[in-house]
């Protein structure tokens, strides 16, 4: 089995910055591609920012140039640094990973959520 728990979240003012961390644990053997989701309140889950394990990435328009995703391929960790935060970024942000097990098993796991709430 294979966990995933993220961290970072809280609430922050317009303008300012947060780091969300992920971190994958368990019958590990690798990961592959990571990702940030995230659900703002009566929307629909959307992809933030993605990146593969030789570290390219690709991110949602409306947070190119504010956010950052990086990841630590011996610690199966993905970080999401958060620049000049707006209220629209307020949402629940959802840690995604594809992983395979030790025992050779390849499959998409989810982190139980984080929240974010930007407001004054």
């Known amino acids: 089995q294979v966990q995933l728990v993220e961290s970072g979240g809280g609430l922050v003012q317009p303008g300012g910055s947060l780091r969300l961390s992920c971190a994958a644990s368990?019958?590990?053997?690798?990961?592959?591609?990571m990702r940030w989701y995230r659900q703002g309140p009566g929307k629909q889950r959307e992809l933030v920012a993605a990146?593969?394990?030789?570290?390219?990435?690709n991110y949602a328009d409306s947070v190119k140039g504010r956010f950052t995703i990086s990841r630590d391929n011996a610690k199966n960790t993905v970080s999401l640094q958060m620049n000049s935060l707006k209220p629209e970024d307020t949402a629940v942000y959802y840690c995604?990973?594809?992983?395979?097990?030790?025992?050779?098993?390849?499959?998409?796991?989810w982190g139980q959520g984080t929240q974010v709430t930007v407001s004054s």
């Open positions: 995604n990973a594809n992983a395979r097990t030790v025992g050779g098993y390849l499959s998409n796991y």
């Open positions: 368990g019958s590990i053997f690798s990961t592959n591609t």
């Open positions: 990146i593969t394990s030789g570290g390219s990435t």
